[in-house]
Each structure stands twice: as C-alpha cells, then as structure tokens.
C-alpha cells in the first residue's frame, strides 16, 4: 500500500509540476515580483506607524492564523474507481492513508511556517511578543494543524461518534478558542490547549482506525480537494479535467433581459447568458474581481495602485478570452440559421461590459483609499480606459485569429 501511494504521489506531483510551469511563465513571476516587492514595501511603511494596544489587532491575530489553519487539506489521492479495485485490500488501506497523512503534514507545515514568518513582525510590533511567545504561537498553530488532519483522517472511516470527526469542533471552535487564548491571555495556555485536542484526537485513533472505511465521503472529499487545486490553475491556464456546471442567476435577468432578441444577436444572447451562468466561468470572474479589489483596498502609493489595477484587467480579459470557442463543439450552433458575421463582434460587446465593471470597481477602491493623491486615480482611469480598448479591439482579435489557427 506504502508502494501504491508513492507511485500515485509521483503521477500527482508531475501533473502539479506541468500546471506550474504554465501558471508561474516569465510574465507572471515577473509581474509577482513587483506585487511581492510593493506589498513588502507597503507592509514595512505600514508596520512604523503601529503601536502596542490597538483593539483590533489581536482580532487581525486571530483572523490570518484562522485562515492560515484552514488552508491545506488531508490528501488521499483516492479515485473513484478505488471503491471496487481496493475494497479488497481494505484492511490495509490504512497504511495508505498514514502515508497520504505524513505528506498532508508536510505540506501542511510549510503553510502555518510561512504564514508565521509573515506575521511575525506585526506580532512583535503590536503585541510587544518575545521570542519565546512568538515559537509558542508557532507550535500552538502547527499542533491546531496537526489535530484537524488527524479528524479529518478519522473522518474516511464509519464512526461510532461523530464528534471525532467534526470539522466545526476541530477546524474553528477549538483554534478560535485556543488562538483567542493565546494572544489575550496567555501563550502558554493557548499551546495547552492545542496539546489536549491533539492528544484526544490521537488517543481515540484505536477507536476507529479498525473499522470500515467510508468510501463515498473518502471520495467526495478528494474530489473536492483536486478540485479546489485545478480552480486555482484555471485561473492562468485550462484545466481539461475540471467539469463546469450552469445556475440560472435570475437577479442578472434585468440586465440579460435587455439584449433583443434579433438574429444579429444570438452570439451575443448566447455568450452573455453562457458567462453568467456557467459557474466556472463566473466563479473565475468574480475571484479576481474580489482579489483585485482587496490588493487594491490595502496598497496605498502613486504608481503601485495602478499597475496593480492594470494588471488585473488583464488577467481577468485574458481568462475570458478562451470562453469564445465555448459553443463550437455544439452541433446546435451550426444549424442556425446566421452566420459567424457577428461572432466577434459579440463576444467582444460581452468582453467590453466585464472589463468596463471591472475597471469601475476599481476606480472606486482606488478612489477610496488614495484620495490625497489625485493623480493616482486619474493614472488608473486613463490606463485601464486605454488597457481595454487595447484589449478588446486590438489584441483579443489577433489572439482569436491565432486560436482558431491552431484548433
């Protein structure tokens, strides 16, 4: 079993590595270093104006490493297949699992470090931490960590009490608790507390480590997982294997609603409604909608906000762009009675209506956040104004005549 997780961890990490490589290209990682550099920047002017006994940072605190214990799940790398080829060798697909438990770990450490590293300096700055209270609130995260992977391994198995699986016990009341603990009162509480939660999660592993594993939840989580993995990737690149699904959005229906129904505009009735109601599509709008916005809430500056601003309009008009082929393969298109006359012109109406709500939004955020720098805001306006006509009119053509060469 040891030897069949390893060969599928091999099989994982190469497919991970094929999305990286197109995910972090030369442009990306380029445009990273400068929102790494101007976020450092930020974060250090920002750290000289705080001072001990602000209210709300404890609760700042308590939020990221909140956050930080969510992030990285139990990977089993179970298929669906696996509930008939493996219900054989189900007595020892424990140690499997161990196995897929030590990795998740491993993945999971490097997470709470990282996020430890990071807030480190407010720590110190607001909360006048020692060093020795800072490793503290290192071990109490990564034993909060360590104590939710172990439920979430009871969690494939048929329990006998539910409670030992309980996402909303493990995952957030008891870190609430003893992170609350642990910034308001007292570390070496907080870490106590850590400590009682892991070692009850661990002592009851006899409880059910022997009994039957429950396949269809084993599953559904892992298909869960991968499937959070690829949302991420198909924000940079198309991800084959990740099934798209359709919401009916009936408070979008007023702005649907305006379209005429004529033959000159089927493409664009068709691309209009497909966007809003194909939740992947969607779903990957909104994200970078929300993240751009928030960058652009917590970054102050003259020329950072703007590039900032920029270069999400371009990711976001980049991400749309492959939505254009969307109908192609369906035989239905093709037996209208219309041509593809109109096509492009459509999807690019549709494309300039995303990126002009795009460009609003954050027009606002800037507005908002940098109101005694004018200029800031004028230079967003008119780059993103001069970005989406560049885009829309220029580039998308050039970039569709390029696909459709090579389909």
Partial sequence: MKQLFRQRLSTHLKEMMRYLRLVFNDYFVLALLFVIGGLGYYYSNALKQLHTGLWWAPLVIVGILLVSVQLGRFATLIEGPDYVFLLPKEAELYHYLR??????????????????ILLMPFVQVTMHATTTELYLLLASILILK????????????????SWLASRFIFRLLVPVIALGLSVYINYWIGLIISLAALLASYFTRQNWANRSLDWTTMIDDENSRMHTVYQFFNLFTDVPTLQGSVKRRRYVDGILNRIKLIPRNTYLYLYAHGIVRDNEMSGLYVRLLVIGTLFLVFVKGALLPIFLSLLFVYLIGFQMIPFYF??????????????????????????????????????????????????????????????????????????????????
Avoid: C, M
């Avoid at 196995?99 to 430890?116: E, P």
């Fill in 99 to 116: 196995s897929g438990f030590r990795y998740s770990v491993s993945i999971a450490i490097a997470i709470q470090v990282l996020f430890w």
């Fill in 146 to 161: 360590l104590t939710w992977l172990n439920t979430d391994f009871a969690r494939k198995y048929h329990l006998r009490q």
């Fill in 326 to 407: 969307h109908f192609s393969d369906n035989a239905f298109v093709h037996v209208y009675p219309i041509t593809n006359r109109y096509q492009l012109k459509s999807f690019q109406r549709v494309l300039l209506y995303l990126l002009n709500t795009v460009g609003v939004v954050f027009a606002v955020a800037v507005l908002a956040v940098n109101l005694a720098t004018p200029v800031t805001f004028i230079g967003v306006i008119v780059g993103e104004v001069l970005e989406i006509w560049l885009f829309v009119y220029l580039y998308l053509p050039k970039r569709l005549a390029r696909s459709e060469r090579t389909r």
